[in-house]
């Protein structure tokens, strides 16, 4: 049976000249926000041969209901599967990719030789995009993978706009490039400072982000340098949503979001803020400008200095964290909508994080968003409560507008 489109989204998704936009889901919850407030794919791990050991990652069951949802919105679901594999990591393969491609998986992303050719061997249906792990910057070995039988090269963070557009120019394949979210300040993928640290291998999952600690500096014959002066070795976050005609207009054919561990807050709002982005843009290009709430959207998610990575230059130095990070996100995450009665204008809320009456509050959904103070709290039997304490407690407020179900709440933090 045809999975029917919702009726809002057909003719919006999958057209050539618009960019695929493709969002990070930890776990069947985000797959489902993601697809819900705008992303045209998601990408997950499964249970083996990603490289997010630590994301909550899914089950074959998860994963089928995650395909089924997405379906429904005409959504595509990816799998990571781009660890650089040992010898041990042979067995199972093959039956682990027949399985990601019986549960209706679009396409793997796979960095390995070993993985690309056993998947296009024991899988045919399943798609292979090459992963940003190969670190591919050139048309040279873009070409390579084409002729490889691959429709689809991840690039590596290092590629310059200019250099993507060079690329489109002479090969014919699906480009897929990071435009938001962490980067690592060594070359992608080519880093062993968690391997060292901690003797977790970041080529298989185990990155425990040793360059965002904070490290003194100690000489021989001198010691510490400055005891007080900590610093760190980390990037900046890359964030191109003030960018959107020169990155379309490059020739990317997908838009990725990075975070498959960041909360379901930041995954729903970076998502609609690049989701009615693009949608502006393809509108009308000619009249298309900037929306400033878009980029206050992004900063109310983000907890670390944003910029644009290797897009229009090489980072240099102040594109690098060197002091402890002072960013924090001015708004915390407090709730999701499960329900709302537009008789009462009351809605039942499930709590991510303590609120209470008097605090400031935000609802927004992909309609859109509003302000309001918190007045009576109840919990989900018309009990009165003076906060909103528990994780996952349903509790019940008036808002002064409708809400739906999906929509989220968020609280200014410090108010
Ligand atoms: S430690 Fe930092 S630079 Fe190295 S792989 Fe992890 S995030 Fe990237």
């Known amino acids: 049976m045809a999975t029917e489109v919702l009726p809002r989204l057909k003719g919006k998704r999958h057209r050539l000249e618009r960019p695929e936009l493709l969002a990070p889901a930890g776990n069947l919850e985000k797959l489902k926000y993601a697809v819900h407030y705008g992303a045209d794919a998601v990408y ?14 899914f089950t074959f069951d998860e994963m089928r209901e995650g395909v089924e949802f997405a379906a429904r919105y005409g959504a595509k679901v990816f799998v990571a599967t781009n660890i650089y594999a040992h010898n041990e990591d042979i067995e199972g393969l093959e039956d682990y990719l027949r399985e990601l491609e019986a549960a209706g998986i679009a396409a793997i992303i796979a960095a390995d030789p070993l993985i690309v050719e056993t998947a296009m061997r024991v899988s045919p249906k399943l798609e292979v995009h090459l992963s940003t792990q190969q670190s591919t910057l050139n048309w040279q070995a873009v070409q390579f993978w084409k002729n490889e039988g691959l429709p689809r090269v991840v690039l590596g963070r290092e590629t310059s706009l200019e250099q993507i557009a060079e690329i489109k120019a002479n090969v014919d394949i699906e480009i897929e490039a990071f435009i938001h979210g962490a980067m690592c300040s060594s070359f992608s993928g080519r880093c062993v400072l968690s391997n060292h640290f901690t003797d977790r291998d970041s080529n298989r999952g185990g990155c425990c982000q040793s360059c965002r600690w904070k490290y003194d500096l100690h000489v021989p014959e001198q010691g ?8 760190t070795m ?19 054919d997908s838009f990725k979001i990075e975070g498959r561990m960041k909360s379901l807050h930041y995954v729903a709002t970076v998502v609609n803020a690049y989701r009615q982005a693009i949608d502006t843009y393809f509108e009308n290009p000619d009249s298309y400008e900037l929306n400033p709430a878009w980029v206050e959207e992004i900063n109310k998610a983000a907890n670390r200095p944003l910029n644009t990575g290797f897009f229009f230059d090489t980072p240099g130095a102040e594109d690098h964290i060197y002091e402890a990070e002072d960013k924090a996100a001015p708004y915390d995450f407090a709730g999701v909508v499960m329900d709302y009665d537009p008789a009462t204008g009351w809605a039942t809320i499930q709590q991510r994080n303590h609120f209470k009456p008097g605090q400031e509050i935000e609802f927004f959904g992909p309609e859109g968003f509003f302000k309001q103070i918190v007045g009576e709290l109840t919990d989900d039997q018309g009990e009165p409560l003076n906060a909103a304490r528990h994780p996952l407690q349903l509790v019940r407020l008036r808002t002064e507008h409708p809400v739906r179900p999906m929509d989220m709440m968020r609280k200014r933090i410090n108010k």
């Open 44 to 57: 997950i791990g499964g249970q083996k041969y990603g490289l997010r050991s630590n994301a909550d990652n």
């Open 234 to 252: 980390g990037s900046k976050d890359l964030c191109m949503i003030e960018h959107m005609p020169a990155l379309i207009e490059s020739g990317v």
């Open 224 to 231: 510490a340098v400055d005891e007080e002066d900590l610093f």
